[in-house]
């Protein structure tokens, strides 16, 4: 594995690029907006979503269309918003070959269909070859990643040689890997975590204290894993990184994007107000809806993402949700 391809160059995509480029001879950075691209080839940095951190040198920026994107390349990261997956991934087809991991680092669902990452590249490539795929999560912040602190995190595929592949091409000094082989419980832990991190940005902007932020983290995981397992995930898999652990990052941690959404709805500002000011995506803004469809579609109680969508999609006053959800009707843990 010499030749790395990551598709998208926001916060995460360029730390990535940064963290895994001493693993390979070289990387390509795909970057969707063209000025962007064209500062970074000069700078070496990204300058909007990732100020103050340097690329090396085998790292090429490119833009644009994927003729050249793919030259070569033994591992495809997709790290594109889960809006734009299915698109991306479309225009990407006639480059892509069988040879080829496509690895999605995304976190989210989209948005009708209610599909995994990894199933949306399935049905996007599988029209030419039958892929190989695997999915990377896990409790991180693009910054911390790109600054070289001690990270680990998972990669999750149904062949569990994809997954090694991986694990080995990736793995380095700052950068673990674990292996995983429930894909589905990876995916879904990733996407979710999002949605419960808006509650608890909610908590604090109401300044409700410690407590409800502790119980809305154990009771989001219970809600996620029912999920999980009514889709074919593991309970075991919300337990590690990709579970628990980007669960409490993202929940509590200062640098997490859906935590501030969170923040900013308990302290009255309007949802469209707030993402009007943010350039980087919250994912858990776009993923709430179609974890709620899910959750009915397979009936699975998800108390704890109804009120988030009731707030984000409703105009329901944060507090009045928190007030439900504590007079819910008693019943064992």
């Not at 390979?24 to 000025?35: G, K, N, Q, R, Y």
């Not at 337990?239 to 509590?252: E, I």
């Not at 969508?309 to 009045?320: L, Y």
Request: with cysteine.
């Amino acid at each position: 594995m010499t030749k790395l391809a990551i598709i998208g160059g926001g916060s995460w995509g360029t730390a990535l690029a940064i963290v895994l480029a001493p693993r390979f001879e070289s990387v390509t950075l795909w970057v969707h907006e063209a000025d962007l691209a064209a500062r970074m080839m000069g700078s070496r940095e990204n300058d909007v979503f990732l100020p103050g951190f340097r690329l090396s040198d085998n790292v090429r920026v490119v833009t644009g269309n994927f003729e050249n994107a793919f030259a070569g390349a033994d591992i495809v990261l997709g790290v594109m918003p889960s809006h734009h997956a299915r698109g991306i991934y479309t225009a990407m087809l006639p480059h892509l070959t069988p040879s080829m991991i496509l690895v999605s680092a995304t976190k989210g669902l989209e948005q009708g269909s209610l599909l995994r990452m990894s199933e949306v590249i399935e049905h996007v490539v599988k029209a030419r070859f039958e892929p190989r795929i695997a999915v990377l999560s896990g409790p991180t912040f693009a910054r911390e990643v790109a600054a070289g602190n001690p990270t680990a995190v998972v990669v999750a595929s149904s062949s569990p040689e994809v997954a090694r592949c991986v694990q080995e091409a990736f793995s380095g000094p700052t950068f673990r890997l674990y292996t995983n082989a429930d894909p589905i419980g990876v995916e879904v832990g990733a996407a979710l975590k999002n949605v419960i991190a808006i509650g608890a940005g909610i908590c604090e902007g109401l300044g409700l204290g410690h407590n409800p932020t502790a119980a809305l983290i154990t009771r989001g995981l219970a809600e996620i894993t029912r999920l999980a397992i009514a889709m074919g995930g593991r309970a075991k898999t919300l337990a590690g990184l990709a579970g628990l652990g980007d669960l409490v990052l993202t929940c509590s941690g200062e640098l997490s994007r859906n935590r501030q959404v969170g923040k900013e709805l308990g302290s009255g500002r309007p949802l469209g107000e707030i993402l009007g000011s943010m350039r980087m995506v919250a994912e858990g803004v776009e993923t709430c809806g179609s974890a709620v469809a899910l959750g009915q579609k397979l009936g699975v109680d998800l108390p704890i993402i109804q009120q988030m969508h009731a707030v984000m999609s409703e105009g329901k006053p944060p507090r009045e949700a928190v007030r439900d959800l504590m007079d819910r009707s008693l019943k064992g843990e």
